[in-house]
């Protein structure tokens, strides 16, 4: 397999954790699709990250459909997700609001990076990070209601903790004024202690 898109992009990084995780090995290009598209519109036509290329040549696309997929493959025994029930919406529910917090800081970020000052709508940016802070305050309770356990009471690691940690790692770099690890200083420990894991260290933010 081979994963396009750089571990700057949480979706392609909570996507590559999830691969480390379940021990599927796959080929990683670190490509930015803003500058160099092509060998991802080559799979895809989107032209967006994350894409995996799987060994039949098929691809997946969208960091949700490429995760519940890879959960298909790797069996119910070993799926980052439970199979089915509250249990499983529990999971999703949190990795939801992961996801969302990732878009939020992604879209106030790219506010600036891709306007010249003179264009960029400050309201726009704020109405973003506030609800980047709503998302991450969210989170702070799951994870001060968590423990030391995982933020969806599973008994191991999961999909709701891979994309909370994720997502709170990549506020916290693309959007530091927000002070992430003071708003959410459950989440921050709770992230630290994701962010030790090996599966972790292995796809790195840049």
Not at 5 to 28: K, N, Q
Not at 37 to 46: F, G, Q, Y
Not at 130 to 153: N, R, Y
């Amino acid at each position: 397999m081979k994963l396009y898109g750089v571990y700057l992009s949480p979706y392609t990084r909570r996507v590559a954790i999830a691969l480390t995780l379940l021990d599927m090995p796959f080929d990683h290009d670190g490509l930015r699709v803003f500058e160099t598209p092509e060998p991802v519109r080559a799979h895809n036509p989107l032209a967006r990250v994350p894409t995996l290329v799987m060994d039949d040549g098929s691809a997946l696309v969208e960091s949700w459909a490429i995760l519940d997929e890879i959960d298909r493959l790797a069996g119910p025994d070993r799926a980052l997700a439970p199979a089915e029930g509250e249990a499983r919406r529990d999971v999703f529910q949190i990795a939801a609001y992961g996801v969302g917090i990732m878009e939020k800081a992604q879209w106030a970020f790219y506010e600036r990076r891709f306007h010249p000052e003179e264009k960029v709508h400050e309201p726009w940016e704020a109405h973003n990070d506030a609800q980047v802070v709503a998302g991450l305050k969210h989170l702070d309770g799951v994870a001060k209601s968590a423990g030391d356990g995982w933020l969806a009471g599973t008994e191991t690691i999961s999909h709701a903790d891979i994309s909370a940690a994720v997502a709170h790692s990549f506020a916290r770099t693309v959007r530091p004024k927000l002070e992430a690890d003071k708003i959410a200083p459950n989440l921050a420990a709770f992230t630290a202690r994701c962010e030790a894991l090996p599966a972790f260290k292995a796809c790195p933010l840049p």
